[in-house]
């Protein structure tokens, strides 16, 4: 293991599910893992926290392979800087003190099917950050030296976190449209975590942007760059709300035709029980938000709709590593702010209960130096 001049601890500060299946976060102290081959050893700052996090915390997501354990380390949007190196991580070109980022996936084989053609989030052998693999809700983390995000100079870390996932995923979402500069997009769940990212990151893109959300929301999705917002609130949620809202929808697009795509940044079954209602001739689906519980089919995706609209459904886990780098000089360059609110770790059980309340704008950062 390679060092320079830097105090590792023997332990350091980790905040863990404590009771997985509820809402419960606790701040135990835990050892300082040592890198093995190829990897490096981060001494994480901030970590951004998603709704993901909170699935996987409350045992929401049936498509798990198991239940979260008990003092499992959440967390999978981590930014901080090398320390240490351990055998053959010098290699990939690293330096002692560059940030870093760790994303959803904490580990890719980069050999099997997914990950050789450029789909390494669904990595068959992955491990995911925060579930049986220890996540970015700590001081000090693993990752290796060939997979880790570099943070470019000029873009803070606390801005960083947060488009490891949230930033990723809607950009690989946006591009899975196949729109062209000019067409409309619809994202449901505008002003929220994802939501908030895909409008601006699809302005930088030269999309249209047509929002979707609750009306208090209206004032910060529109500053954010959306041409048009509609209020789901004034709109029932019967087939007659529904058609209206669609109606709607197709009048503020490009040439009121309907929209290229949707981008799904809600988890809500009943907005991917409207989304393909909104789209035009040939329009992408691109499922993102991922309900809890049992699942619901798509409403209106029977295979007459589907075959005389030639209408796409596509699936998008968070992004590869290129969709990374490219998420991160956006941002570096202005395109994509986080609109985020910083706390320190005793806050993550209080941040996830407002989460679950759906009471939070943009998202929220983990100082991990404040406790």
Known sequence: MATAEVKIPTHHKALVYDKPGEISTKIETIETPKPGVGEVLINLTHSGVCHSDQ???????KWLPAATQAGQVGGHEGVGTVVAFGD???ASGLKIGQRVGIKWMAYACLNCLPCMSGRDACCTTGRISGFYTP????EYALGPANYVTPIPDGLSSEMA?????????VYAGLKKTLAQPGDSIVIPGAGGGLGHLAVQIGKGMGYRILAIDNGDKEDFVKGLGAEAFFDISKYGRDAEGN???????????????GAAGVVMCTASNAAYAQALSFLRFGGTLVCVGVPEGDPVPIGGADPASMLAQELRIVGSA???RK???ETMN???????????????????TETFEKMDQMKLQGRVVIDLSKE
């Open 323 to 325: 969709d990374a780098i």
């Open 330 to 348: 956006m941002a570096a360059r202005g395109i994509v702010k986080t609109h985020f609110t910083l706390e320190p770790m005793s806050k993550l």
């Open 135 to 138: 996540g970015t809700f700590q």
């Open 55 to 61: 699935a996987v915390m409350c045992n929401r997501w």
């Open 243 to 257: 058609k209206k809202l669609a109606d709607d929808v197709k009048k503020a697009s490009s040439e009121g035709m």
């Open 161 to 169: 976190a947060p488009l490891l996932c949230g930033g990723v995923t």
């Open 88 to 90: 053959g991580a010098e």
């Open 318 to 320: 968070v992004g590869n």
